[in-house]
């Protein structure tokens, strides 16, 4: 039996590269044989940034209702919020111990916003925090993490950190591998195709999951394009070739299909289709998302269940390491 684990952030509005890169992939796993799936609100790591804590609670009860929306069943996933399970924290300390600063430094987020910005003025948890995602992963014996590719650097680092510790104390931690979807491994900004598609950037730069349609139409038709008029998938064509991918996910359409139907039409006609085909999907989806986000009860009840499931392994696994290092 393998384990996959993963997590998402209640930090903002979820936005379709959330849901194609990550949480699309999450229900997919459920249909996989001998796989088990722990899936969790990553809310310790979205503190990182300021939140306003009324926002940061609701967004993680949206977090755990679009799940269910989307098709991931507690039946067959473990859906659990990190900071209702000590362990977490716990093995972040203990994990601290088994990393140096020179390999935090390297780590993108806080390279790029150190460049930014200064490293002096960065707060320590941003600095921290592969370190508490290699621990999220580690306490559940996880033998895959679905990621997009901005994360693969911070899955090295778990896995560093679990052989590092492993050759110190023995075989304690199994050490998992990433696993990345070949098209939406990243899902690209609308305005700008060098850049990941994020909910902190420009509203035009994103599709939020509960945006109405005529904005996520308006949003499509203003998209930047490359330079030409053929709808094709090609490396000197990143901007179009990231609406292709976003086309494909959403009809289950091949590629060159898409091109095909679109041959000799141009760009206009092809964007205005797209924010058509995704406003569609969206509107049908927040319909069921406001149906099951009313059910406090509910969604408490599979927290409760999630949490209980969670507990069990990451207490067991926190009391392994913690022996091995004599503490009480």
């Not at 996989?32 to 503190?47: G, T």
Request: aromatic share 8%; hydrophobic share 40%; net charge neutral.
């Amino acid at each position: 039996m393998k384990r996959v684990v993963s997590g998402i952030k209640p930090s903002g509005d979820l936005t379709i590269g959330n849901y194609l890169g990550a949480m699309k992939r999450w229900v997919e796993h459920q249909h996989q044989p001998d796989y088990e799936n722990f899936f969790f609100v990553a809310n310790l790591h979205a503190i990182t940034v300021k939140q306003d804590p009324e926002k940061l609670k609701k967004r993680t009860f949206d977090v755990v209702a679009w799940l269910l929306t989307i098709g991931v069943d507690p039946n067959k996933s473990v859906i659990f919020i990190q900071s209702m399970i000590p362990a977490h924290s716990e093995i972040c300390w203990i994990l601290n111990n088994y990393v140096t600063m020179g390999e935090l430094t390297k780590m993108t987020q806080f390279k790029d916003k150190s460049l930014k910005a200064g490293k002096e003025g960065q707060l320590v948890g941003l600095y921290d925090y592969p370190v508490l995602m290699a621990g999220d992963v580690l306490l559940y014996d996880a033998d895959e993490i679905p990621v997009g590719l901005d994360q693969a650097q911070h899955v090295e680092l778990s896995r560093t950190i679990a052989q590092r510790f492993n050759n110190i104390h023995g075989e304690t931690f199994k050490i998992p591998k990433a696993t990345m979807s070949k098209t939406t491994a990243k899902i690209m900004s609308l305005n700008d195709s060098e850049k990941k598609m994020s909910k902190s950037d420009s509203e035009d730069s994103y599709i939020g999951l509960d945006d109405a349609p005529e904005s996520i139409i308006k949003k499509f038709k203003r998209a930047v394009t490359d330079s030409g008029s053929n709808v094709e998938f090609k490396k000197d064509k990143p901007a179009m070739s990231n609406l292709l991918i976003i086309y494909s996910e959403f009809t289950d359409k091949p590629i060159e299909e898409i091109e095909k139907e679109y041959e000799g039409k141009g760009y206009g006609q092809f964007k205005k289709d797209l924010g058509e085909i995704v406003a569609e999907k969206l509107s049908n989806l927040q319909k069921t998302f406001l149906q099951i986000r009313v059910q406090e009860e509910r969604l408490n009840n599979i927290i409760a269940e999630g949490n209980s499931n969670a507990v069990i392994i990451a207490k067991e696994k926190i009391n392994v390491i913690k022996d091995k290092l004599g503490l009480i």
